[in-house]
């Protein structure tokens, strides 16, 4: 280990991993001064870990820092850089394809099973990471930003970049529910055969709707939507207010519709009863949905 001035420190990350510390002045002047650091580790040519450290030394005008110069040896530095992040399960995707490409650049192919086990607990790092560097700048942000999961990006690839950033901005559409109205405006897209523009002009009226998520469904399903309203209006004329809660099968796909109530007097059995008896001579508009 030697103390190094820091204006003859590499300028360039090994990996241009995600900045996670960030210090103040003050804090960066004690740390060092009393020397509860880790020593950044360093190669001639590049900083392998302790970028953040070296970032904020030179900010609050420190000039000299411990580090540990090692030799160049590409599969050795880059495990050593993946050790010392200590986030295993935790990179981003856009680490993973910086991590790629050096790979790629070094020839280190071969060694991929040893290095994703640095980076995740099991299988192929590269397997998703391949197809997050065919995604839309658009797309890898909304990834990295944890907006969307990769497997969902991959399958709405199809989709044109600019729907992933409407859908993206919209405050209204909760995490789950993005998922849901991509996949729906894809399939709608499909079904009409609609244009990249058409596309477009769909999802801004979808996230211009008071709730996205039934607006893309009625798009998306007119029918079962024509049956939801349908039903609805049956229970509101029928059983509402008579203490009867009645559920239609998921999808309107069953054998029939669950009843729900409790008794507590004779009085609300008696209306239990009549409306049961409604329901009876109405039941043909009921089963008709299924």
């Given at each position: 280990?030697?103390?190094?001035?820091?204006?003859?420190?590499?300028?360039?990350?090994?990996?241009?991993?995600?900045?996670?510390?960030?210090?103040?002045?003050?804090?960066?002047?004690?740390?060092?001064?009393?020397?509860?650091?880790?020593?950044?580790?360093?190669?001639?040519?590049?900083?392998?870990?302790?970028?953040?450290?070296?970032?904020?030394?030179?900010?609050?005008g420190i000039s000299k820092l411990w580090c540990h110069l090692?030799?160049?040896?590409?599969?050795?530095?880059?495990?050593?850089?993946?050790?010392?992040?200590?986030?295993?399960?935790?990179?981003?995707?856009?680490?993973?394809?910086?991590?790629?490409?050096?790979?790629?650049?070094?020839?280190?192919?071969?060694?991929?099973?040893?290095?994703?086990?640095?980076?995740?607990?099991?299988?192929?790092?590269?397997?998703?990471?391949?197809?997050?560097?065919?995604?839309?700048?658009?797309?890898?942000?909304?990834?990295?930003?944890?907006?969307?999961?990769?497997?969902?990006?991959?399958?709405?690839?199809?989709?044109?970049?600019?729907?992933?950033?409407?859908?993206?901005?919209?405050?209204?559409?909760?995490?789950?529910?993005?998922?849901?109205?991509?996949?729906?405006?894809?399939?709608?897209?499909?079904?009409?055969?609609?244009?990249?523009?058409?596309?477009?002009?769909?999802?801004?009226?979808?996230?211009?709707?008071?709730?996205?998520?039934?607006?893309?469904?009625?798009?998306?399903?007119?029918?079962?939507?024509?049956?939801?309203?349908?039903?609805?209006?049956?229970?509101?004329?029928?059983?509402?207010?008579?203490?009867?809660?009645?559920?239609?099968?998921?999808?309107?796909?069953?054998?029939?519709?669950?009843?729900?109530?409790?008794?507590?007097?004779?009085?609300?059995?008696?209306?239990?009863?009549?409306?049961?008896?409604?329901?009876?001579?109405?039941?043909?508009?009921?089963?008709?949905?299924l």
């Amino acid at each position: 280990m030697e103390l190094y001035n820091i204006i003859n420190l590499p300028k360039e990350p090994f990996i241009p991993f995600r900045k996670y510390i960030s210090r103040n002045q003050e804090e960066t002047e004690i740390l060092v001064s009393e020397g509860y650091y880790q020593p950044p580790v360093i190669t001639e040519n590049s900083i392998i870990w302790g970028n953040d450290l070296i970032e904020s030394a030179e900010k609050a005008g420190i000039s000299k820092l411990w580090c540990h110069l090692v030799a160049e040896n590409p599969l050795e530095n880059l495990l050593a850089a993946l050790r010392l992040q200590n986030r295993k399960n935790n990179f981003s995707f856009s680490e993973k394809s910086a991590v790629l490409a050096y790979i790629r650049k070094n020839h280190l192919e071969d060694h991929i099973s040893m290095i994703s086990a640095e980076i995740q607990d099991e299988g192929d790092f590269t397997i998703y990471t391949d197809k997050y560097d065919t995604l839309p700048e658009t797309v890898k942000d909304g990834i990295d930003e944890n907006l969307i999961d990769i497997k969902t990006a991959v399958l709405m690839k199809d989709l044109p970049a600019e729907v992933f950033d409407i859908i993206f901005r919209c405050g209204k559409i909760s995490y789950s529910s993005r998922r849901i109205i991509l996949k729906e405006i894809l399939e709608i897209s499909r079904r009409d055969g609609l244009t990249q523009d058409e596309c477009i002009r769909l999802t801004r009226d979808i996230a211009d709707a008071d709730n996205p998520g039934e607006s893309a469904a009625k798009i998306r399903y007119p029918k079962m939507e024509s049956m939801k309203e349908a039903f609805s209006n049956y229970v509101s004329s029928t059983v509402k207010g008579s203490g009867i809660t009645l559920e239609a099968p998921q999808g309107f796909e069953g054998s029939g519709f669950t009843a729900r109530f409790q008794i507590k007097s004779v009085t609300q059995l008696e209306r239990i009863i009549r409306t049961l008896e409604k329901v009876k001579e109405s039941a043909d508009q009921l089963f008709k949905l299924l």
